[in-house]
């Protein structure tokens, strides 16, 4: 491990927009969502981003970035892998901090707002997951109800 995986690893605050070669989350029009562990919090060019080691996400969710050589790609967003979340739209800010490396978070887009003088905005949920938030949720990323002989919530 470098020092500078191990400053990383102890929560040093990194500037300068280096998300660690990791790409950034390309949200769409529809609902998606994301959700893994915070792996680090650091200050960008237009503000706060996390990086995130995904544990699942929506399948329609891509992410883009750069090769060392510097030509552009876009991906799909899989399990096991890292992403960069930009913490810069007005319903995230403030949502995940530096405090919150460690900690598992769901991040979903949930679709468009709008302003009383019609500007439109993204909307955000922004969840921490605790321990025991394991949910069984469907490929669909829908969460199953009980049935009339299981009067138990699914969380």
Same mark, same amino acid.
């Given at each position: 491990?470098? =020092?500078?995986? *191990?400053?990383?690893?102890?929560?040093?605050?990194?500037?300068?927009? #280096?998300?660690?070669?990791?790409?950034? /989350?390309? &949200? #769409?029009?529809?609902?998606? $969502?994301?959700?893994?562990?915070?792996? =680090?919090? &650091?200050?960008?060019?237009?503000?706060?981003?996390?990086?995130?080691?995904?544990?699942?996400?929506?399948?329609?969710?891509?992410?883009?970035? *750069?090769?060392? +050589?510097?030509?552009?790609?876009?991906?799909? /967003?899989?399990?096991?892998?890292?992403?960069?979340?930009?913490?810069?739209?007005? #319903?995230?800010?403030?949502?995940?901090?530096?405090?919150?490396?460690?900690?598992? $978070?769901?991040?979903?887009?949930?679709? &468009?707002?709008?302003? *009383?003088?019609? +500007? =439109? $905005?993204?909307? !955000?949920?922004?969840?921490?997951?605790?321990?025991?938030?394991?949910?069984? /949720?469907? +490929?669909?990323?829908?969460?199953? $109800?009980?049935?009339?002989? +299981?009067?138990?919530?699914? !969380?």
């Amino acid at each position: 491990m470098t =020092r500078t995986e *191990k400053l990383r690893e102890m929560g040093a605050t990194e500037r300068g927009g #280096s998300g660690g070669g990791a790409p950034f /989350v390309n &949200w #769409s029009d529809n609902y998606a $969502f994301v959700e893994g562990r915070v792996v =680090r919090v &650091w200050e960008g060019q237009y503000g706060d981003s996390a990086t995130i080691h995904v544990a699942s996400v929506s399948p329609e969710l891509n992410a883009s970035g *750069k090769t060392e +050589d510097g030509q552009k790609y876009v991906h799909a /967003v899989v399990p096991d892998s890292e992403i960069n979340v930009g913490l810069n739209y007005a #319903s995230l800010q403030d949502t995940i901090t530096r405090d919150d490396v460690g900690s598992d $978070f769901h991040i979903a887009f949930d679709g &468009w707002g709008e302003t *009383k003088k019609g +500007d =439109r $905005f993204r909307m !955000f949920a922004v969840l921490e997951l605790g321990d025991d938030a394991t949910l069984s /949720v469907s +490929d669909n990323g829908d969460v199953p $109800f009980p049935t009339d002989d +299981d009067d138990s919530l699914p !969380f």
